[in-house]
């Protein structure tokens, strides 16, 4: 398939005349062919136009409809080839490997949102008979379902080109609602977008369904995202970046006639506390793979551990020696953008002015690169020095060392929110993870024993969210089959004639769903 700079409007490919884009090779340190289009106030409007024609028919097509149309996706990205891959590691100097994974995930998540859809429990279908004769007061027939919000925008990440981007969770957990899509490309992932984006709209045509159910939009700046989120038919936002961009569109959102959910993944430290039983038996392995997850993918993930915590002894100091150790043989690394990269560097002269720096990467040479660094620094340090619970993007990680268990619970009241927290244990550790697990449940949405958090499940049971600033809604999660529901709400219908009933909450119940029904729950 060929890239061609495109926007997709609907059934229509669009050049936009507003500006002019190229993506970028970080490895190479070069634009990348062909230029794009960017669009403005026009293409928006004829998106979010598009997009609110086609609700009312997407929403009640058949969920066997709904359900194939994901799949459709799915096979399409898979028909792409290493036409794909091949562009997106030229756009993100992520490795070939790296990005099979990527799009096994992607393609994964549109197939759990399609049996999803299938299933129905996310229609939370209720029923409550009429009681005539209740006194002192009858009760009405009352009936309850979920609905879909409407049209939903779905900004791009930059750090996952294909699972957090045109198709990924926001998407497909967006097209699983009912909600017809419109995506912001990310001005990093111009090329893969587009591929991406035809292979969404090949499955659109082929399905059937109205052409406004998805459009990919192209622009340069924030003015697009901005307009885009302002616009009276959109009705949700889904995004993934950095806490000022995510708070720019809340506060855009918020101030509209009428406001509506931003669902923003923003900024996460991920906590990773190592109790001593732990690092007595075991503590050079748990150096090593701290270290391997801190560096992973040159630490671009929002799951990257940012921070150890710890209790002084000899076995917490060998194991800050063995990370050191372990950092030093680690390379410099070509980062996902120029422009992340030089936030990175950033970040780091600043943290080196404010906690000591115990360990640096090895030396090397390379575009847009990053040099992994490690810190340490006592707990009375990181309560005084706020600035150490920022997040950098990138391969670097403050280790905290306490004084005693009272300080390191102290630390854990600390912290802000965040997508996860680790507990590195053994049996001789269960009462100190006793006395952390209650701060922790209230700090994240994620608790991992004996792992690294850079691993993200796509499931049933997944949570990838957490309180603010992890996320602007803790109330949900931008991965698992619980995405669903950030883009539904309940209706309820009181004594509606049954021939105005949705089929859902008919009373011979023909989708076959499991319901509510008179508080029984079953196949009623």
């Not at 060929?2 to 340190?29: Q, Y």
């Not at 506060?251 to 006639?257: G, Q």
Request: charged share 20%; net charge negative.
């Amino acid at each position: 398939m060929k890239i061609t700079g495109e926007m997709l409007i609907g059934a229509s490919a669009v050049r936009g005349t507003d500006a002019t884009l190229r993506a970028f090779d970080p490895a190479r340190n070069a634009d990348l062919e062909p230029a794009f289009g960017g669009g403005g106030a026009a293409e928006v409007a004829r998106a979010c136009e598009l997009a609110d024609a086609a609700f009312d028919d997407y929403r009640h097509a058949p969920l066997e409809t709904r359900a194939q149309f994901l799949e459709a996706i799915a096979d399409n990205i898979i028909a792409l080839g290493d036409t794909l891959i091949e562009r997106a590691m030229a756009e993100s100097a992520l490795p070939k490997a790296r990005l099979e994974g990527e799009r096994a995930r992607t393609v994964g998540q549109l197939r759990l949102f399609a049996s999803l859809v299938r299933e129905g429990r996310w229609l939370c279908a209720t029923l409550d008979s009429a009681q005539p004769d209740r006194k002192p007061l009858p009760r009405a027939d009352l009936r309850l379902q979920k609905i879909p919000l409407g049209p939903v925008v779905v900004f791009g990440a930059s750090n996952f080109p294909l699972a957090f981007s045109v198709a990924g969770g926001d998407t497909a957990s967006a097209f699983a609602a009912g909600c017809p899509v419109i995506v912001k490309s990310h001005p990093a992932h111009l090329g893969t977008s587009e591929l991406v984006g035809r292979a969404v709209q090949k499955a659109v045509a082929d399905s059937g369904l109205p052409e406004g159910v998805f459009s990919l939009i192209v622009g340069a700046g924030n003015a697009i995202g901005e307009a885009l989120v302002a616009h009276p038919a959109v009705q949700a936002i889904g995004f993934t970046g950095s806490r000022r961009g995510g708070l720019a569109l809340v506060d855009i959102a918020a101030k509209r006639p009428v406001p509506i959910p931003v669902y923003a993944e923003m900024s996460s430290i991920n906590p990773v506390f190592v109790l001593p039983g732990a690092l007595a038996a075991r503590g050079d392995t748990l150096a090593a793979g701290y270290i391997d997850s801190v560096t992973l993918g040159v630490g671009q993930f929002c799951t990257n551990p940012g921070l150890v915590i710890g209790l002084e002894d000899s076995d917490l100091d060998d194991f800050i020696d063995n990370a050191a150790a372990a950092l030093e043989k680690k390379g410099v690394q070509t980062m996902l953008t120029a422009g992340i990269a030089s936030a990175y560097a950033d970040g780091i002269k600043q943290r080196d002015g404010a906690a000591k720096r115990i360990a640096t990467g090895a030396k090397g040479e390379t575009a847009s690169g990053a040099r992994p660094a490690l810190y340490r620094v006592s707990a009375e340090e990181f309560l005084a020095r706020p600035q150490l619970a920022e997040e950098i993007f990138g391969p670097t990680s403050v280790i905290v060392v306490c004084r005693d268990e009272d300080e390191m619970i102290a630390v854990a009241r600390s912290l802000e929110g965040q997508l996860t927290a680790t507990l590195l244990m053994e049996q001789d550790d269960v009462e100190l993870a006793r006395r952390l697990l209650p701060v922790l449940e209230r700090k994240v949405g994620r608790i991992l024993a004996n792992g690294f958090p850079t691993g993200v499940e796509v499931s049933y049971a997944m949570v990838h969210g957490g309180p603010y600033p992890a996320t602007s809604d803790s109330r949900s999660t931008s991965v698992g089959a619980m995405a669903i529901e950030r883009f539904l709400r309940p209706v309820c219908y009181q004594d509606l004639p049954a021939a105005l009933l949705p089929e859902a909450l008919a009373d011979d119940n023909p989708l076959l769903l499991w319901r509510l029904r008179d508080g029984q729950l079953g196949p009623n």
